[in-house]
């Protein structure tokens, strides 16, 4: 999905903001990158278009753009990445020996996510999830797999 299939400004300005020329690059950024997007990618993507918005800018606006959930941040490895929120949340299993990300389809976690809802009372936000652990070909391996750099 991109970014023009919604209108995110009517979503924003539906929830007292505006889309900004700086949130409107951001999701330019995002979108041009391909999704899970590291924040460096996307602030060197948006200083070549307009060099005078800063780190802190992106990383604000990158905040924001989570909050009203129009972008989705996973820890992926040791770094944060970003992408689009899609329609429908998805997750992702992260091989911690070779460093693949599988795709996770919400449906399979939707019950879990019920259950600690219903146990627990506690209203979790289904957008992401994201598991670690060794991938088919690692977990063959014994997990002995060098993780990548």
């Known amino acids: 999905m ?11 300005r539906a929830q007292g903001f505006r889309l900004t020329p700086q949130r409107q690059m951001i999701l330019d950024a995002i979108c041009e990158l391909g999704g899970h997007v590291t924040p460096d990618s996307i602030y060197s993507r948006v200083q070549a278009k307009s060099p005078a918005v800063n780190r802190a800018t992106v990383y604000r606006n990158l905040d924001f753009l ?4 129009l972008v989705v941040a996973a820890h992926i490895g040791r770094q944060t990445v970003y992408e689009i929120a899609g329609a429908e949340p998805h997750h ?3 091989c911690r020996s070779c460093g693949a990300v599988i795709q996770l389809h919400g449906d399979l976690v939707k019950a879990f996510f019920a259950e600690v809802g219903r146990k ?12 670690s652990g060794l991938c088919p070909h690692c977990r063959q391996a014994g997990g002995r797999r060098a993780a990548r750099g």
């Open 2 to 12: 991109t970014h023009t299939t919604s209108d995110y400004a009517e979503r924003i």
């Open 66 to 69: 989570c909050e009203m959930r």
């Open 92 to 94: 992702h299993l992260v």
């Open 120 to 131: 627990q009372g506690f209203s979790v936000d289904m957008d992401h999830l994201t598991l």
